[in-house]
Structures are given as C-alpha cells and as structure tokens.
C-alpha cells in the first residue's frame, strides 16, 4: 500500500472516530436533558375541587421553569387510590408526577389492607407545598350555627342529617367519622367521587353538612353559599380566623388536617429528581403563585422531599389508631 494510500486510509479513521465521538456526546447530553417533553401532573379528584385547583396552580408555575408543557390529568375514584396507582405503576422517569394529600400517603394504608401501591416503596416525594384545614361546613337552611348547636340538632334527630365527603376513606370522611364518634351523634355519610360534587350537592340542600377544604370552601362561604361551623386543625386557620376550631368548641383532642404533597414513582434518576424539586420550590416560592395558593386556601410552608417518609412514619400508626377507636370502616 502507498503512503498516501496509508494517510489518505489514517484520515478517514480519524474522521470515523471524531464523528463516533461526536455523536455519542450529543446522544448523552440528550439523554441527561430533562425535561425534553411534556409531564402530566395526575390530580386523583375531579376537575373543580380542592386538590384540582392546587395542581393547576402549581404546574403552570413548574411549567414556566422546567420549559416544558405540563398537563394535569385528572384519574379520579376510589378515593385517590386510582390516580395513585397508576402513578405507582408508571416509569419512574420524571414525566409522570402525583399531587395529593394525606388522604393517598396515610389514610388510605390506615383504612384499607389491600391498596394498589405503598406510601413509601412506591413513591418518593418532591416536596410538600403546605396543608389545607378541612372545613366543617353547613347548608345556610340548617338552623345551626356552631359545633354545640349542631350536635343538639343531631341528637334530638339521630340519622336525619347527613354529611358529604370526597370519597370514603378520604380525609374527609375520616373527619367526619372522628366527629361523629367524639360527639356521640347518628349523622349519614354520604360519599362522593371528589370535592366539587360534594359541594354542589351541599349547596343544592341533597346533603346538609360536608367536611371540606379551605381552598373548596373559602369561595362559597364568601359567596354566602354554604356557612363555615369549625376547621379541623388544632389552631385556627389564618385563611378564616373567625372560625373556631372543633377542639375549642369542646372536643379536645379532635384533629385532622390534610396536606399536600408532590410525588414520583420511586426509581427516578437523582437529576431528574432534583430538577423536579427546584422547579417546584422556585414556583412555591414565587410571590405570586403564593398569593394564588394562600387565596384559594392553603396554609403554604414547602418542605423539601426528604421530609415526606418521617412524616408518613409518624402519622400513619397514629391514624391506625384512630381507625380502631373509631370502628372507622370504608364502603
């Protein structure tokens, strides 16, 4: 072989490996460049109601700062527990998130045996954005107006009124049953497949009392279509300050307060992971998009993933608990 031959062939080997080297660069940086598509945020409620409203909220904001589109989609029923399956079975790359409160992360697993996913193994979380008090709400006809007038009422008509929750074995139904229990009154539970059919029927007189958010709640007490009895935290909520607490009114020990936290299958890559938490704290933490949640009912305090398994590891026995004194039973 010639040695323009040989050079001529070295050239062409040369170039081969430049282009190979090229390629698998650009192939890698594609790889780690997340997000490169759009991500579905699943809401497990209907359209309308408290978590609904949160999880459009926050991903317009996390679409903002991730670049990508991010679509809500909504896989109500079950009590969460369809949406958070179907998280929990999806590929843990990124593109597929979980917003939801305590009602998925430790109600569900104190009340139910048998659940399509686990609180921990099956998720990790990106953070938590803040709870929302329930609220003990009324239809304005009940002729009541605090906790002592209602429990009168109930006792002097056992099993005439009923309540409405978002689903059994939600927080909702949960604060209601605690209720019932600690009060020692007959009231029916009525479930719904979220918070706004919920509402809708409260205010149309089908049922007289629900157990709701503070981000449902606040526009229909303002509007005067529905009366605020008592919130459900320990302390008064700042979002309605002139509503007592069910504690105070004489029931000490009564508490149940949702929060609300952002998840992913578990198995994510650690950049993914982190790109997901920052978007997410840069939107919590953005004025306005905290305006947007405080106005719509949300006591709002991020806090960051590595939160989420104490917390669940904490308040899952206590809610075990619960569920055994108060004979708490899921239809």
Known sequence: MSSTSLTTRRRSLLALTLIVGATTVLSSGSASAFPDKPITLVVPYPPGGATDTVGRIVAKGISQRLGQPVVVDNRAGAGTVIGATAVAQAQPDGYTLLISSNTTFTVNPALKPKLGYDPVKSFEAIGTLGSSPLVLLANPA???SDVKSLVALAR????KLSYGSFGSGTTSHFAGEMFKVMAGVDILHVPYKGSAPAMT????GQVQLTFDTNVAALPQVQAGKVKAIAVTSKQRSPTLPNVPTIAEAGYPDYEM????TIVLPRGAAASVKAALSKAFADSIADATIRADLQKAG???LWQPGSDYEPRVNRELPLLKSYVQKANITVE
């Not at 029927?201 to 149309?204: A, C, E, M, N």
């Open 142 to 144: 009940l002729a009541v």
């Open 156 to 159: 002097n008509q056992p099993g």
């Open 201 to 204: 029927d409260l205010i149309g």
């Open 257 to 260: 307060v949702p929060w609300i």
């Open 298 to 300: 949300v006591d709002v």
